[in-house]
């Protein structure tokens, strides 16, 4: 699948999530532009007329990367490894990579697995906002 900026999506993670040379490439050039990207909507946010009381960010290696450290909250939602492995367009070796499942619910301040509907992921998503918000 080719995506809005002419990438070949599947082709690069098919080359990257499976060569482990070509992943550390291509995380040393993208990870410091996410960072400021990041970091530059959030001033963007801050500085605005109407500031948010709660900003939220995927981020899927936030803790192998050591990015937790920049957030006040993190919010871990997983799900059982035959359900993501059947989420992933292909497979590759990534899993190896993270850190355990486990390691990372212990770390979070909410956690919710992911197997039920999507309402029920709605509805945890709102109480968490709303705990967020007070």
Do not use: C, S
């Not at 992943?23 to 946010?45: K, M, S, T």
């Not at 899927?60 to 367009?89: K, Q, S």
Request: proline share 7%; net charge negative.
């Amino acid at each position: 699948m080719i995506g809005r900026d002419g990438a070949d999506r599947a082709e690069v993670a098919r080359i990257v999530f499976n060569d482990p040379v070509q992943l550390d490439w291509l995380e040393e050039l993208l990870h410091p532009r996410v960072v400021e990207d990041h970091a530059a909507w959030r001033r963007q946010l801050a500085e605005g007329p109407d500031p948010p009381v709660v900003t939220v960010t995927e981020v899927p290696l936030l803790y192998e990367t050591g990015g937790n450290e920049g957030f006040d909250v993190v919010v871990v939602i997983t799900a059982p490894p035959e359900l993501r492995a059947g989420r992933r367009p292909i497979a590759d070796e990534r899993e190896r990579r993270l850190l355990p499942e486990e390691e990372k619910i212990r770390l979070a301040d909410y956690t919710y697995v992911n197997d039920g509907t999507l309402a029920e992921l709605d509805a945890f998503v709102a109480g968490v906002m709303a705990d967020l918000a007070k």
